[in-house]
């Protein structure tokens, strides 16, 4: 099993900056890749941005050049680092893991970020 705790989000200006934290527990070391999703009101969930267990990263195209993911082993936390925030960037944010060994996906409660003037 695999905890994942969610941190970080908020209420922002267009043009700012917000960074997410996800803190994962338990059975860690199973963890083949982990992610970020984002669900806006009224829309279905999407792929933000993934980060694999050897380091490789992905990112959606709406976020490239503005979003970055990246990981702390020692803290068993990765870290969405959101710049130039947009409106359209307001969403509940989710971080997500996959065990590959059990074909299990792993979520978080998910954070609120809201981007508005």
């Known amino acids: 099993q695999v905890q994942l705790v969610e941190s970080g989000g908020g209420l922002v200006q267009p043009g700012g900056s917000l960074r997410l934290s996800c803190a994962a527990s338990?059975?860690?070391?199973?963890?083949?890749?982990m992610h970020w999703y984002r669900q806006a009101p009224g829309k279905q969930r999407e792929l933000v941005a993934g980060?694999?267990?050897?380091?490789?990263?992905n990112y959606a195209d709406s976020v490239k050049g503005r979003f970055t993911i990246s990981g702390d082993n020692a803290k068993n936390t990765i870290y969405l680092q959101m710049n130039s925030l947009k409106p359209e960037d307001t969403a509940v944010y989710y971080c997500?893991?996959?065990?590959?060994?059990?074909?299990?996906?792993?979520w978080g409660q998910g954070t609120q970020v809201t981007v508005s003037s």
């Open positions: 997500h893991a996959w065990v590959l060994a059990t074909r299990t996906d792993y």
């Open positions: 980060i694999t267990s050897g380091g490789r990263t």
């Open positions: 338990g059975s860690i070391f199973s963890i083949d890749a």
